[in-house]
């Protein structure tokens, strides 16, 4: 079991990597022996993140990076190249959402303006996207290659009041299933493409959708989601990465364009 979760060496890039989430898996693949990228485009949490692993006796760079620029992620990839050699590993982490992008009783749909939704949307796929473009043609002409896309429990049946965001991770989910048979049908049959699809879990993004700021007590929105969580509760960072950890290793050696959901059982239950 030890050698088929093996990731030892493997070039692991991951974007959104100074954030909780995607900052909790880079110290986790480091910590299994994975030479890790730390992306981001706040260089000071990358810096942290690669600090911490290193540390605690790991392998990791920290990169500033724009996944909506394709130069600056191909000035990144070099720097990978440059640092730890072939890249085996691509997690797209990057993402998330804008206020300005989410309807309230001040701002309902018919006045979210066009810039915020282009930014939900373009963060979320058009970043996965550019970021697969760079990271994956490598991977093409190597010829394996592992992409780890990250989706939302949002893209399953579209959340209330974040319609960019459900629509630009729903995007996700079918690019993931379309890239994992281009992939092997134009290519190799080595390289893998799958996603997870995290439930709530909190973050610097939510955490005062769900929680008071001051009392630290649920809000409304919280409240509901905990209701509709079979599992009762929030997700803990380190609870991605049995699911990350699988598809990104050898025991998923067969699996390829699927969506995982980490959610507590929130998209299989209908609410009655």
């Not at 954030?19 to 110290?27: E, Q, V």
């Not at 939704?117 to 010829?143: D, P, S, W």
């Not at 009041?161 to 992939?183: E, H, I, P, R």
Request: charged fraction near 20%; proline fraction near 3%; charge should be neutral.
């Amino acid at each position: 079991m030890k050698e088929l979760f093996d990731l030892t060496g493997k070039v692991t890039v991951i974007t959104g990597g100074g954030g909780i989430l995607c900052g909790t898996m880079a110290k986790a693949l480091a910590k299994a022996g994975a030479k890790v990228a730390v992306l981001d485009l706040r260089k000071e949490a990358a810096v942290k993140v690669a600090d911490d692993i290193k540390a605690d006796g790991g392998k990791a760079v920290a990169i500033k990076c724009d996944v909506l620029q394709k130069d600056n992620l191909k000035a990144a990839k070099e720097k990978v190249n440059a640092e730890f050699g072939k890249i085996d590993i691509l997690i797209n982490g990057a993402g998330g959402n804008k206020k300005e992008a989410t309807t309230s009783p001040e701002l309902p749909f018919f006045d979210l303006p066009l810039d915020a939704i282009r930014f939900a949307f373009e963060l979320n796929f058009i970043g996965t996207l550019l970021t697969t473009q760079v990271f994956g043609k490598e991977m093409a002409e190597n010829n394996s290659g592992i992409i780890l896309n990250t989706s939302s429990t949002s893209a399953f049946r579209p959340l209330t009041k974040v319609s960019a965001y459900s629509a630009a991770k729903a995007a996700v989910n079918n690019f993931t299933q379309w890239l994992a048979v281009y992939m092997c049908q134009n290519y190799s049959k080595n390289i893998r493409v799958n996603a997870i699809a995290p439930g709530f879990f909190l973050t610097e993004q939510n955490r005062f959708l769900l929680t008071d700021e001051k009392s630290g007590e649920l809000t409304s929105r919280g409240e509901t989601i905990i209701e509709h969580t079979p599992m009762g509760r929030f997700g803990q960072p380190d609870e991605l990465i049995g699911a990350a950890f699988w598809l990104l290793s050898d025991a998923a050696k067969f699996v390829t364009g699927v969506v995982v959901p980490v959610d507590g059982g929130f998209s299989a239950f209908s609410g009655v």
